[in-house]
């Protein structure tokens, strides 16, 4: 059954540096999302991705975040300058539409010293 | 979005069909139900989603009340690997998959 990866699946770094988390959705899928849950707490929305652009954004995805799908098959999502409150696992997931299902990865757990 | 209220925890004999209740009674005229869940601390997984009628596939079904107030997500034969977290998610059909997770309710398919 086809799936969305991702890595790595967990990744410490310390404060103040670049983080770049990766993915590879479903093949046929066309629209690309990354969630993010801090430990014990719901899981947020940071931003959707189709045709090479942002459709959409939560208010956590500020500056310090990027998207980019820089070949074919990579989805990444890039942290510049990581805080201690940016320690979170990061699930990214993917969709053949806007709607119904969405199909999520495993996570990539970051820590931040 | 609509709000969503669930159970913070249930518990359900192993076996026995698990029936997870949630309300949304501020729910609009265009907006679905979705139901996913969240083993551990994995991704969330995608289960099941319905407008108005009742829903059924090889994981689940959806029961939504005539005035779509509320809905149960019915879990027939619970495993132990049921086990996890169920998120009952109000959606409008072009809103897109920016989907809002609450809570969630907790169920502990017991032995």
């Known amino acids: 059954e086809p799936e969305v990866t991702q890595t790595p699946s967990h990744q410490v770094t310390q404060m103040g540096q670049e983080v770049i988390l990766r993915c590879v959705p479903i093949?046929?899928?066309?629209?690309f999302y990354w969630y993010r849950q801090i430990l014990g707490q719901k899981v947020e929305f940071l931003v959707s991705f189709y045709n090479n652009e942002i459709s959409e954004k939560s208010e956590i995805f500020d500056d310090q975040f990027s998207v980019e799908r820089p070949d074919g098959s990579n989805f990444t999502l890039k942290i510049r300058s990581t805080k201690l409150e940016d320690s979170a696992m990061y699930f990214c997931?993917?969709?053949?539409?806007?709607?119904?299902?969405?199909?999520f990865g495993e996570g990539s757990r970051l820590t931040v010293l | 979005d609509a709000k969503t209220t669930q159970p913070p925890s249930m518990d359900c004999a192993e076996g026995r069909a698990a029936n997870l209740p949630c309300n949304h009674s501020?729910?609009?005229?265009?907006?679905?139900v979705y139901w996913y869940r969240q083993i551990h601390s994995q991704g969330p997984q995608y289960i099941i989603h319905?407008?108005?009628n009742n829903e059924t596939n090889e994981m689940a079904s959806l029961i939504i009340t005539e005035d779509r107030k509320s809905s149960t997500l019915i879990l027939p034969h619970a495993t132990l690997r049921d086990t996890a977290v169920y998120y009952c998610i109000v959606r409008a059909q072009e809103a897109g998959n920016m989907l809002t997770f609450g809570g969630g309710t907790r169920l502990m398919v017991k032995p």
């Open positions: 319905g407008l108005k």
């Open positions: 093949s046929n899928h066309l629209y």
């Open positions: 997931a993917s969709s053949v539409q806007t709607t119904g299902e969405l199909f």
């Open positions: 501020t729910i609009s005229g265009n907006e679905y």
